[in-house]
């Protein structure tokens, strides 16, 4: 079945850094992708739909120049977290769209970033 | 706007008991829905999904769903559950807005079942 990786699994940085999470379609090649946060014992809030060569859509209330998203090829989908704050600290998840469109959306294993 | 909701936060069954996770949906036009099932620290993993045909769709370890239209219901079932089907499950609509099909899930309900 269609795979989709995410890295890192798990980070932890310093307030103020930047962080960057990858989302990889690895068998197959996806146009787009999109990034959802969970925070504990939620469900997941879609943050932006990612699609390749093109400007990612943001979804109400969410800071762009904050949570920049770049996806440079139809496997590669890219979060950078800038200038991170503790209350970044959540459960990031990506998924992409199958192009044979008979499911919907293949998950990532998620990253868990903690920033102290 | 779609929505989608599962009233239950945790549902409790004993093993060998059959299951029930509860949706109801709220949406314009033709309902496109889904269950995920999602394992601590992953993401989300593809049970089953109703786009149109018969209303028991069969998915994924045994798992089923009724599309029930007249009460806007999309309840997930199993004849005898496991220990091992202990998650949290994720009842989703598809939404097109912003010029994409997007997934609006649900809030989750926590499956827990017994020996």
């Known amino acids: 079945g269609a795979v989709v990786s995410q890295h890192p699994s798990r980070v932890i940085c310093k307030s103020g850094t930047s962080v960057k999470i990858e989302c990889r379609s690895l068998?197959?090649?996806?146009?787009?992708m999109f990034w959802y946060r969970q925070f504990p014992k939620q469900s997941l809030m879609l943050m932006a739909t990612?699609?390749?060569?093109?400007?990612?859509?943001?979804e109400q209330g969410v800071e762009k120049d904050k949570f920049l998203i770049n996806h440079a090829s139809l496997t590669l989908s890219t979060l950078t977290v800038t200038s991170a704050h503790p209350e970044d600290s959540s459960f990031y998840i990506c998924?992409?769209?199958?192009?044979?469109?008979?499911?919907?959306?293949?998950f990532g294993p998620g990253t868990r970033l903690t920033v102290l | 706007a779609q929505s989608v909701a599962q009233p239950e936060d945790q549902v409790n069954v004993a093993e060998g008991n059959p299951l029930t996770v509860k949706c109801t949906y709220s949406?314009?036009?033709?309902?496109?829905l889904f269950w995920y099932v999602q394992y601590p620290n992953r993401g989300l993993q593809f049970l089953l999904k109703?786009?149109?045909?018969?209303?028991l769709v069969k998915g994924s370890y045994g798992f089923e769903a009724e599309f029930n239209k007249s009460q806007t219901s999309f309840h997930l079932k199993k004849p005898s559950a496991l220990v091992s089907d202990s998650a949290l499950y994720f009842c989703?609509?598809?939404?097109?807005?912003?010029?994409?099909?997007?997934?609006?899930f649900g809030a989750g309900t926590r499956l827990a079942v017994h020996p």
């Open positions: 990612s699609n390749e060569g093109s400007k990612a859509t943001y």
């Open positions: 949406v314009s036009g033709n309902p496109y």
């Open positions: 109703y786009i149109t045909g018969d209303n």
């Open positions: 989703a609509v598809r939404s097109f807005s912003g010029g994409y099909n997007k997934l609006i």
């Open positions: 068998d197959f090649q996806a146009t787009t």
């Open positions: 998924s992409a769209r199958h192009p044979d469109g008979v499911n919907e959306q293949f």
